[in-house]
């Protein structure tokens, strides 16, 4: 261990360091020139052998060659007796052309045939290489065959074998001498190399002093200054600079970090800028590098785009004016500033593929704030761009009869409406309303009511002009503009209506039903552009035809506005009121059934009695409720007439039943709506969780922080919720995950066609997957058929609700 300590710490030092490098290079030196010595001398010595052999095969098979073919014995052995007494000859043979030993230097294989492998071979060789002589090495010695000829025909062979143990031998002996030699030689390198490095490293000593000082921050360092040229007095020469230079390195370091800070900077413009695609130009606009993503879109690899200009790789449109775009980058470069392209971008490949792209481009500066380049990054939004025009059209058209919806409609009213301002044009709008379709819709189910409207919209589509503007406004109600066009062909127009639509039957399974439609009709021009007037009077006038007997048309004017103004559209505030008043609003349910356990529950459903008791189906008066504000007084109407009910006959229903109300948006909205229902629940003693609230998935987008708080107030005293019409809006499921729904009621729309519309089928299933994912329970209304239960059950849908099921009826049928 002590013998180790004193190695390690003296093996530190830089003078034992040399010391021992130079012994070790000099005796590794000394042993590759004695290595190779040997090697040399080896390789010479095998060499002398190996053509001795030969030569010694060769005077054989002269010498042999005449006594073999006499074969006359007597004359090869004396011929063989010569070499008996050579010191590296181990064997020689003669064979006749058969291989038979004729003569041999030991007369035991005498008339023998050597049949050992090495023989084998040996003959094999010669005969297949067609060679008149082989020679191999094995065993220590030197095996040589050559062929006996004459007159180039074989009559034998000579094999000799020539012992070269005697080459070991003399080569041990160099190996000897050699190796006395490098000992002699490292013993005097050492003693060169300690004098050498002893007197090169004194001086050294002086420097590593120096050197701890410096590195103690102490730079008043007394160094021996030399004039002379070797590396010893350069070093210490060039310490003694350095500590009197350090501190002008602090500066510098200073300048350093400051270098640091813009590259910072100019890594962070670049970082902000990236996104799918990246490409970077000289501050020529040629291209140095693009990545991965850039490549599949323009179609170009880096080696491709290298050295070229951004508008020889792809091209850039407006996707509004179809115009051709200048780069942003560009603009970087020659503004100097980051540049975000409008999103309305269309980018052309080389194959002439087009890609909506947003996009960004920063320049590149250096140092000095010289522009060095620039980055350009996009990223393909054509998806997106393609969902938005889906979801655009969405919102403007009907999903049942493809037609514009009523926000469509009033669009292209709006803009019309300021036309005859301008150019005295005059157009005109025609409301309409079908006769008879609640009927059929109440009779007959909501499908074949569906079925009527997709026809109605594809008959009136067929019987006006080209280029007018049909829509369907919700229920049975069309909307239509007809474009320059005066009041004569209006009438005409509208009458082509009635007729078309008079003489149209609708058939449904084994049923055939008629039906009509009544049409109000309102002129646009200069002294009629108010949007919201010219859809009013329409919808009055056609008030009026229907007023007047249906299946015929009326043509709104001042005088007819004023009245029914005052006289027909304010009398449903009046009939509302009364019937709140009179409690002539009744409560109806129609069950909600459970297909996998029995735990039913149902929907509660407000109708209206008319003075001779008959029935007015909401759609009749919601719409008025709603244009006047009345919707909470009835959805307070409702719960309370429910929660009254309900508490006098709790007893005789069932444990496990509960129901579902409707609250519309109105209500949501209503900032004392929330207590009023607390009030009745105190009322009342109300056991919340009998009770599901249901509302629609766009009053709930559309009212999201009103619907949330709504929910977090009544789900603490033990209500559920219940998103109706899930699926139609153009909301996703993220907010779902903000709103406490238990029950997720999948939009009949997608319902009643999900057995011969496969994306129908598809969202159901998805809607199903997404909802139970989310511990949500689903239910799908509009079921009419038993077919679409079969495949709800398939699909595993817990609840269904349609006339599959049961239709709407009294809540006090449920007594009996």
């Not at 020139?33 to 060499?47: C, G, H, K, N, P």
């Not at 369907?472 to 209006?490: A, H, M, Q, T, V």
């Not at 139609?728 to 907010?735: D, I, K, P, Q, R």
Request: proline share 1%; aromatic share 10%; charged share 25%.
């Amino acid at each position: 261990m002590k013998l180790f300590s004193f190695y390690k710490e003296y093996m530190q030092s830089i003078k034992s360091k040399l010391i021992v490098s130079v012994i070790l290079i000099h005796a590794i030196l000394m042993s590759l020139v004695i290595f190779d010595l040997v090697q040399r001398e080896s390789a010479f010595m095998q060499t002398q052998l190996s053509s001795k052999a030969y030569e010694l095969t060769s005077i054989l098979a002269q010498t042999s060659s005449v006594s073999l073919l006499n074969n006359d014995l007597v004359a090869l052995e004396e011929l063989l007796s010569s070499f008996n007494n050579k010191s590296n000859n181990s064997m020689v043979f003669i064979l006749d052309k058969s291989a038979k030993v004729r003569a041999s230097t030991n007369r035991e294989y005498f008339n023998k045939y050597l049949d050992d492998a090495i023989s084998k071979n040996l003959l094999e060789t010669i005969k297949n290489e067609n060679v008149l002589h082989h020679q191999t090495t094995h065993d220590n010695v030197i095996d040589t065959i050559q062929i006996i000829e004459v007159e180039k025909n074989v009559i034998g062979y000579v094999r000799t074998i020539l012992d070269s143990t005697v080459l070991s031998n003399e080569l041990a002996i160099i190996t000897q001498q050699g190796l006395f030699y490098v000992l002699l030689a490292i013993l005097l390198g050492s003693f060169f190399a300690w004098f050498s490095v002893r007197k090169i490293t004194s001086r050294l000593d002086i420097v590593a002093l120096a050197s701890e000082k410096i590195a103690n921050k102490d730079f008043n360092v007394d160094l021996p200054l030399s004039d002379n040229n070797d590396e010893v007095s350069k070093m210490t020469n060039a310490f003694y600079v350095m500590s009197k230079s350090i501190q002008g390195y602090i500066d510098d370091l200073q300048k350093s970090n400051e270098l640091i800070y813009n590259e910072k900077q100019l890594a962070e413009v670049t970082l902000s800028s990236i996104g799918d695609c990246v490409i970077v130009t000289d501050a020529s606009g040629k291209i140095t590098f693009i990545n991965p993503a850039a490549e599949e879109i323009i179609k170009y690899n880096i080696n491709e785009a290298k050295g070229k200009k951004i508008e020889e790789l792809f091209e850039l449109y407006s996707e509004d004016t179809h115009l051709k775009l200048e780069s942003q980058l560009y603009v970087s470069i020659r503004e100097e500033r980051v540049v975000w392209l409008s999103n309305h971008t269309l980018l052309v490949n080389r194959y002439g593929r087009q890609y909506a792209i947003e996009d960004s481009s920063a320049p590149i500066k250096n140092i000095h704030g010289t522009i060095e380049g620039a980055i350009l990054v996009f990223h393909d939004v054509t998806l997106k761009k393609k969902e938005e025009r889906r979801i655009k059209w969405q919102s403007t058209h009907d999903s049942l009869t493809k037609l514009n919806n009523r926000l469509g409609f009033e669009t292209v009213l709006n803009n019309l409406s300021q036309q005859p301002q301008r150019d005295n044009s005059q157009h005109a709008l025609l409301f309409m309303d079908l006769d008879k379709f609640k009927i059929i819709n109440d009779t007959a189910g909501h499908l074949a009511g569906d079925e009527i409207l997709k026809q109605v919209a594809s008959l009136l589509s067929k019987s006006i002009r080209k280029n007018d503007f049909l829509s369907r406004f919700g229920g049975d109600e069309f909307g239509l503009i007809l474009f320059n066009c005066d009041k004569e062909l209006s009438k005409e127009i509208a009458q082509k209506l009635i007729d078309a639509v008079l003489e149209y039957t609708f058939k449904w399974r084994d049923k055939e039903f008629k039906i009509g439609v009544s049409i109000g009709i309102s002129m646009i021009d200069k002294d009629n552009y108010d949007p919201t007037l010219i859809l009013s009077s329409a919808d009055l006038a056609c008030y009026v035809a229907k007023e007047r007997g249906r299946n015929r048309y009326y043509i709104a004017q001042e005088s007819d506005l004023a009245y029914l103004n005052n006289e027909q559209q304010f009398n449903w505030v009046s009939k509302i009121n009364n019937a709140l008043r009179d409690k002539k609003f009744v409560l109806h349910v129609q069950k909600i059934k459970d297909l996998i356990a029995e735990n039913d529950h149902y929907e509660v459903l407000i109708r209206l009695l008319d003075e001779q008791n008959s029935i007015i189906y909401p759609d009749s008066f919601l719409p008025h409720a709603q244009k006047y504000a009345l919707l909470p007084k009835i959805d307070r109407y409702v719960i309370e007439e429910f929660f009254s009910w309900f508490k006098t006959h709790e007893t005789t229903l069932a444990k496990n039943l509960t129901f579902s109300v409707n609250i519309t948006g109105q209500s949501i909205s209503d900032v004392e709506f929330v207590d009023d229902v607390l009030l009745l629940v105190h009322k009342y003693n109300m056991d919340c969780n009998r009770v599901i609230f249901e509302i629609t998935e766009s009053t709930a987008i559309a009212n999201l922080n009103e619907s949330q708080l709504f929910f977090d107030k009544l789900t603490t005293q033990g209500f559920r919720f219940s998103l109706d019409d899930f699926g139609t809006g153009l909301s996703s499921f993220a907010y779902l995950k903000s709103l406490p729904i238990h029950f997720l009621k999948i939009d009949g729309a997608f319902i009643k066609n999900m057995l011969t519309d496969k994306i129908d089928r598809g969202m159901v299933e998805s809607i199903f997957k997404i909802g139970s994912l989310m511990n949500l329970k689903i239910i799908a209304e509009y079921s009419e058929t038993d077919a679409i239960i079969s495949e709800l059950k398939n699909i595993g849908i817990q609840y269904a609700q349609g006339y599959a099921v049961e239709k709407p009826h009294s809540i006090h049928d449920l007594l009996n």
